[in-house]
């Protein structure tokens, strides 16, 4: 089957910027071409959809979420859900996310492999939801940040490791920076060098990228040091984590909107101060102006919303508006950078001849409006559209 899409504008990810009165040739779940129709011609046997004034543009990318929704529990409750709940939440959860135009999703952690089963099932077509990467079970110290069972030693972490990557893991997630959020917390680093350094070499043995829960500096430069490839929040940086991040090469994966909501976590806040002031609104505090220096500096930035499903506009929405980052570059932070930062540009993130048609427009021009990201029309993830869908 080939589809073809006209559209006023067309947004590829790729250094071609806007293209104006654009055309994209689908054909099954590949892209055939994208750019202008003054330069190809419409397949006599193609079904053409005419999307007007709209922007045709890569479908999303949210580079740091969970499956269960954030919120919905408090968290110094240490309370998680059966894997039954799990899966009922997150088929909900990835729908919304599906719905608000994000068709590729990194899962930076869970229990006990509690995210296998909903990665089958969206493969399978059984729920839709976007095209899910998994870190799996994320690693962290028996006394840190995390639920469930914790990893100590070189020994324990190598072996946690492995046992992520035999159960599929696209990526090793690390806590690095502790937390105070649950009791007997600490906000400092969580592990040792050489137990990060231990979790980097067994991933990169086999091709596989670590991704790091790093909020301070000195976890920060330590995660960079031994090897970790993105640095996910990373809301208290400084100018000598800028300076390690682009010495190394790595990704900041911002997470901003979540830390600046005030209603998200406002019982966990209420229920533990220590978090509060602690951690959180110190983190609330400088978020903003830190990614802004980081990007301004050339960092390679990605965008996220760790759980807050549906939201991923509301995180472009808010580089743009408080951290005054200019609107294709918080574009780029949700497509062709969210891309590279997981590892999938070969697939996704552009719109480009072979690359699968994960394609999304919205209702205008994003550069000019930022906020139009919200109002998405298309949804197209393999070539299969989506926007008929419902929400939950």
């Known amino acids: 089957m080939i589809t073809a899409i006209k559209s006023k504008y067309l947004f590829t990810g790729t250094s071609a910027g806007v293209i104006d009165d654009s055309l994209v040739v689908v054909e099954g779940s590949k892209i055939l071409y994208a750019g202008a129709a003054s330069k190809s011609s419409i397949p006599l046997d193609a079904t053409v959809i005419d999307l007007g004034d709209q922007m045709v543009m890569p479908g999303l990318i949210d580079a740091h979420t969970h499956l269960p929704q954030i919120g919905e529990r408090l968290i110094y409750e240490s309370m998680t859900p059966g894997q039954g709940t799990l899966a009922l939440e997150a ?16 899962v930076l952690g869970t229990q006990n492999f509690d995210d296998i089963p909903i990665i089958h099932a969206v493969k399978a077509g ?3 939801g976007p095209r899910l990467l998994t870190a799996t079970r994320h690693i962290h110290a028996s006394n840190g940040h995390g639920y469930g069972k914790g990893y100590d030693g070189s ?32 906000f400092c680093q969580e592990y040792s060098r050489e137990e990060m350094e231990t979790a980097v070499i067994e991933a990169n043995r086999v091709g596989k990228r670590v991704a790091a829960h790093a909020i301070r500096p000195p976890e920060i430069c330590e995660c960079l040091d031994v090897g970790v490839k993105t640095i996910e929040h990373g809301h208290m940086l400084d100018d000598t984590c ?24 406002s019982k966990d806040l209420e229920a533990n101060p220590d978090f509060a002031n602690i951690e959180w609104l110190p983190r609330r505090r400088v978020a903003a102006n830190n990614y802004r220096k980081a990007i301004e500096a050339g960092v390679k930035y ?4 760790d759980a807050m499903h549906g939201d991923l506009p509301t995180e472009i929405e808010k580089l743009v508006t408080v951290a005054q980052v200019p609107a294709d570059t918080a574009i ?13 540009l070969n697939l996704v993130g552009t719109l480009e001849v072979g690359k699968y048609a994960d394609i999304i427009s919205v209702k205008g021009n994003p550069l000019e409006n930022i906020n139009v990201m919200h109002d998405v029309d298309l949804i197209m993830k393999n070539g299969q559209r989506y926007d008929h869908l419902s929400a939950m």
Do not use: F, Q
């Open 91 to 106: 088929t909900r959860n990835i729908r919304k996310d599906l719905l608000s135009g994000v068709t590729t999703m990194r």
């Open 126 to 128: 059984i729920v839709p």
């Open 155 to 186: 020994d324990e972490i190598r072996k946690a490791v492995r046992e992520n990557l035999r159960a599929g893991a696209d990526v090793i997630k690390i806590m690095a920076t502790g937390s105070v959020d649950l009791y007997g917390g600490h």
């Open 242 to 265: 800028i300076e390690k991040l682009l010495e190394h090469d790595a990704w900041l994966v911002g997470t901003l909107a979540i830390v600046l909501d005030e209603d998200v976590l």
């Open 302 to 305: 990605a965008s996220g919303t």
């Open 332 to 344: 780029l932070s949700v497509t062709r950078n969210a891309a590279d930062a997981c590892d999938v």
